[in-house]
């Protein structure tokens, strides 16, 4: 049998205690075998680290814990760590559903020109309780323009992006423009594509 990709998924994370706990669940609990998930914590005060210890040693994760200059700093760290052949981040808020990352290499291996790719995300607004699906249409330039974001929680690349078009700017706020640069280095190209499949959750609505 054909080895698989190790899937490297990094948590940029910062007094996310409340939720860091399902968030590692989520990951340990996927249905695909090869993932090595780093977490990169930026010297949290709260009880994010004992949560963390909680879980070292019983699955593929490792973790540092120190000051940095905020989730995207943390996002590049954890890239320049992983091994991974296909990456992803996942903020310490999100989930991933438990066949997400399956469900991403799976479509990476059929599509072996594809280089990125997103599904859709299920918002949880955790003041009511209720559960919300978004749906995110076919990456374009034009559409991207007009919405500005993907759902961080379900977007997967190969670790060729990183090596054409480098790490996240840290010096803006949000992930926008590495998206927007993906799609400038690839215009033309139809190999970003929306896997149509529920992929992330994110659970930090409170509206």
Same mark, same amino acid.
């Given at each position: 049998?054909?080895?698989?990709? $190790?899937?490297?998924?990094?948590?940029?994370?910062?007094?996310?205690?409340?939720?860091?706990?399902? #968030?590692?669940?989520?990951?340990? #609990?996927?249905?695909?075998?090869?993932?090595?998930?780093?977490?990169?914590?930026?010297?949290?005060?709260?009880?994010?680290?004992?949560?963390?210890?909680?879980?070292?040693?019983?699955?593929?994760?490792?973790?540092?814990?120190?000051?940095?200059?905020?989730?995207?700093?943390?996002?590049?760290?954890? $890239?320049?760590?992983?091994?991974?052949?296909?990456?992803?981040?996942?903020?310490?808020?999100?989930?991933?559903?438990?066949?997400?990352?399956?469900?991403?290499?799976?479509?990476?291996?059929?599509?072996?020109?594809?280089?990125?790719?997103?599904?859709?995300?299920?918002?949880?607004? $955790?003041?009511?309780?209720?559960?919300?699906?978004?749906?995110?249409?076919? =990456?374009?330039?034009?559409?991207?323009?007009?919405?500005?974001?993907?759902?961080?929680?379900?977007?997967? =690349?190969?670790?060729?992006?990183?090596?054409?078009?480098?790490? =996240?700017?840290?010096?803006?706020?949000?992930?926008?423009?590495?998206?927007?640069?993906?799609?400038?280095?690839?215009?033309? #190209?139809? =190999?970003?594509?929306?896997?149509?499949?529920?992929?992330?959750?994110?659970?930090?609505?409170?509206?």
């Amino acid at each position: 049998m054909e080895k698989l990709p $190790l899937v490297s998924i990094i948590i940029p994370s910062y007094n996310q205690g409340e939720f860091i706990e399902d #968030n590692i669940l989520s990951i340990k #609990n996927q249905n695909y075998p090869d993932i090595e998930n780093i977490i990169i914590d930026g010297a949290s005060t709260d009880n994010t680290l004992t949560v963390i210890r909680k879980y070292e040693g019983t699955y593929n994760m490792r973790w540092i814990s120190e000051p940095d200059d905020g989730s995207l700093a943390a996002v590049n760290k954890g $890239l320049c760590k992983a091994h991974g052949d296909i990456l992803a981040y996942l903020p310490a808020d999100d989930l991933y559903l438990p066949w997400t990352v399956s469900a991403a290499v799976e479509y990476f291996e059929h599509h072996p020109g594809v280089e990125v790719i997103y599904g859709d995300m299920i918002n949880i607004n $955790l003041g009511t309780g209720r559960n919300r699906l978004v749906l995110y249409p076919h =990456f374009t330039l034009p559409s991207w323009r007009r919405r500005g974001v993907l759902p961080t929680p379900a977007v997967f =690349f190969r670790r060729s992006v990183v090596e054409k078009v480098g790490l =996240f700017d840290e010096s803006i706020v949000g992930d926008a423009e590495y998206w927007l640069r993906i799609g400038r280095r690839y215009r033309g #190209n139809w =190999f970003v594509l929306d896997l149509e499949s529920e992929m992330g959750v994110k659970l930090s609505e409170r509206h």
